[in-house]
């Protein structure tokens, strides 16, 4: 059986406060595509009455698929789950916050179609709804990743995207850890381009990347996609090694001029200088070895419990 022209794939976890509002404003997007379409929607081991409101949605909307994962997966293995059992020729990945509207879907197949790209990022081209701390650690966040790597992700573009069939199984395809998909994608190369649009605060509930979540993401991130805290372990050893020099020229040189050198203050600031920066070199050290262990480890990102386009 021929797949649907679009599929739409959506995470949720604990969404059961704004999935009344997100089935409203998706389905008449959806409907208006003109084409063949399926929502997919991954339920990410959530807690609340989400997995129930989905079913419920199910009843009068047969294009809305729900796949169930065992437990809480995280939020790029929800979507990596999604895009491994999405079938469209087009595939769109959408949040459930409804901070990225739905109604940009369509220009996104419109701009593939018309330029004939394999990949339309939506650019949030305003974020004045995001608070001053989110928008200032935002832009530092990829001006620091299009600094130190080799991913040209374009800036304030998020989870938010449409992908060809190609760019799909390429990103299924690719056997990394971990994937951080905002960064993956854009390092294929495909053609692509973008579309802006104004974000939206989050319609109801909460949000489900608080700081922590966030800071583990960017540091995911740059470990996945750089050398550079590696070789920043390695300029700070230089560094040490150079001031330890320095150090010991004017140590032999007071001793020779007949100077008291100075006492426990200067080697206990030294002391706990060295091992600040030997501890920060091992962090960075153990990152990379995390990820190798866990790379080694082969373990799924994420275990799916149900899917309601499978036989029964």
Do not use: C
Not at 69 to 89: E, F, K, P, V, Y
Not at 269 to 287: F, M, R, S
């Amino acid at each position: 059986m021929a797949g649907p022209r679009v599929s739409i794939v959506v995470p949720m976890f604990n969404e059961e406060a704004v999935l009344p509002l997100f089935i409203a404003r998706l389905r008449p997007v959806a409907d208006g595509l003109g084409t063949t379409y399926e929502v997919l929607a991954v339920d990410d081991g959530s807690s609340d009455g989400t997995a129930i409101g989905l079913q419920k949605a199910r009843r009068d909307w047969p294009e809305l698929r729900v796949v169930r994962l065992r437990a809480n997966a995280g939020h790029q293995a929800a979507i990596s789950a999604g895009l491994a059992r999405a079938r469209g020729d087009y595939v769109v990945t959408l949040d459930a916050d409804l901070q990225d509207p739905p109604e940009v879907v369509a220009e996104m197949l419109d701009a593939a179609l018309e330029k004939q790209v394999d990949v339309v990022y939506g650019v949030r081209g305003d974020r004045s709804t995001d608070s001053f701390f989110k928008r200032t650690t935002a832009r530092l966040f990829y001006r620091s990743m299009g600094s130190l790597t080799d991913a040209d992700a374009p800036r304030d573009a998020g989870d938010f995207r449409l992908m060809s069939r190609a760019t799909v199984e390429a990103v299924n395809a690719l056997p990394e850890y971990g994937r951080v998909l905002r960064f993956v994608v854009p390092a294929l190369g495909f053609p692509s381009a973008t579309v802006t649009y104004r974000r939206d605060e989050r319609a109801a509930g909460s949000s489900k990347y608080p700081f922590a979540k966030m800071l583990r993401l960017s540091i995911d991130s740059m470990t996945a996609f750089s050398l550079a805290p590696l070789r920043f372990a390695t300029f700070l050893g230089l560094a040490g090694g150079v001031g330890a020099l320095l150090l010991l020229l004017y140590a032999l040189y007071a001793r020779a001029a007949g100077h008291v050198v100075a006492g426990w203050t200067s080697t206990v600031v030294i002391v706990a200088a060295v091992g600040a920066v030997q501890l920060l070199a091992l962090g960075i050290l153990g990152e990379y070895v995390g990820r190798l262990y866990a790379a080694s480890q082969a373990r799924p990102s994420y275990y799916v419990a149900y899917d309601s386009d499978d036989p029964a």
